[in-house]
């Protein structure tokens, strides 16, 4: 058999029969896991049972999937293709409207009160009459067409959906995972004054190069480190107070801590959203301070070194204190 557009687009599958010893009506619904179809097309000869109006009932209470009822009438118009014996259109259309009707009787007293019959989506046709193209088998093409196109809108939503929420998990991975490392970071080089500042700015400039990369925003590193000091720039007065807090030995090292770390997960909150609203000025940022410039380029080695203890940290998801002992080990002082 060959292909069409919609069969390569949509995969039909052929349910068993219900009601059987081996597919009891009960569990049907689960046994066949009707819960993760996107649509329900019942084919029956006129007769509507038990266990149909049980799968109908299923897909209208979760009312976010397409159903749809065809009524295959073989042998309910009278029409003979081997001898000939025709009947006017008008007479074909007023015996299938009839079987129609019943049919649709036959659903309501077998559904509960509380569910909804919708006849637009009751399709009655018949395979064996020749002018079955001029009746109901068009609109129910129409209306196959239509749902196809529902569904795959749905489907593409959902996959936008758990894009989104995926690179949101991870950009947040990153935030939490370099605000713990600075938070520890911070904490043991307080008393080092602002030499400490270098390992602790660039850490959060892979922080937020990392995100962009993560929403695909083009980026330098360069130009996460500008994000960086232009955010800390507006932070200047925290800064400057936990820098001389932090000379303190003890509780200095604890409070310089929490707010290195509070401070990179604003940072990295900003960042994220950036990059979802408005990427472009995330990716146009610049950087113009020509002694950040020189320490990017001077300290290139150590810069490598640190992302790579950085990954390993995403990896693992702790340790933070040993990656933040294998930091500045990257920039020479091992004696953390």
């Not at 993760?36 to 029956?44: F, G, N, Y």
Request: aromatic share 8%; net charge negative; charged share 20%.
């Amino acid at each position: 058999m060959g292909t069409t557009e919609m069969s390569r687009a949509v995969r039909f599958v052929d349910l068993p029969g219900c009601g059987t010893k081996r597919w009891p009506r009960h569990s049907y619904v689960k046994d066949v896991d009707l819960d993760s179809m996107d649509a329900l097309l019942i084919v029956t000869s006129g007769r509507f049972t038990e266990c149909d109006a049980s799968i109908y009932t299923s897909f209208v209470e979760d009312g976010s999937r397409s159903i749809m009822v065809v009524l295959n009438l073989k042998n309910r118009i009278e029409e003979d293709p081997d001898d000939g014996t025709k009947l006017s259109p008008e007479a074909v259309q007023e015996n299938m409207y009839k079987a129609k009707m019943e049919t649709v009787k036959d659903m309501a007293q077998h559904l509960d009160d509380g569910v909804y019959l919708d006849t637009n989506i009751v399709f009655a046709v018949d395979a064996r009459f020749s002018k079955r193209d001029e009746f109901e088998m068009p609109r129910l093409k129409a209306y196959l067409v239509t749902q196809l196109a529902v569904i795959q809108r749905a489907k593409l939503r959902k996959l936008v959906e758990m894009e989104f929420k995926d690179k949101e998990t991870r950009a947040w991975n990153v935030v939490y995972t370099t605000s713990a490392i600075n938070a520890v970071l911070s904490g043991l080089t307080s008393q080092i004054g602002h030499v400490s500042h270098i390992p602790v700015t660039v850490l959060q400039m892979h922080m937020v190069y990392h995100i962009a990369s993560i929403y695909q925003v083009a980026m330098q590193l360069s130009g996460a480190l500008a994000f960086v000091l232009a955010e800390a720039a507006k932070l200047t007065g925290i800064h400057m107070a936990t820098t001389f807090i932090g000379l303190v030995p003890g509780w200095g090292n604890a409070i310089k801590g929490s707010v290195s770390g509070g401070l990179t997960y604003a940072l990295g909150r900003t960042a994220i959203t950036m990059a979802v609203v408005d990427p472009k000025t995330l990716s146009q940022t610049e950087l113009a301070d020509p002694v950040w410039q020189r320490i990017l380029e001077d300290f290139s080695t150590q810069i490598d070194c640190m992302n790579k203890e950085v990954l390993v940290a995403l990896e693992a998801g702790t340790g933070y204190g040993n990656v933040a002992s294998r930091i500045m080990a990257c920039f020479g002082r091992t004696e953390l």
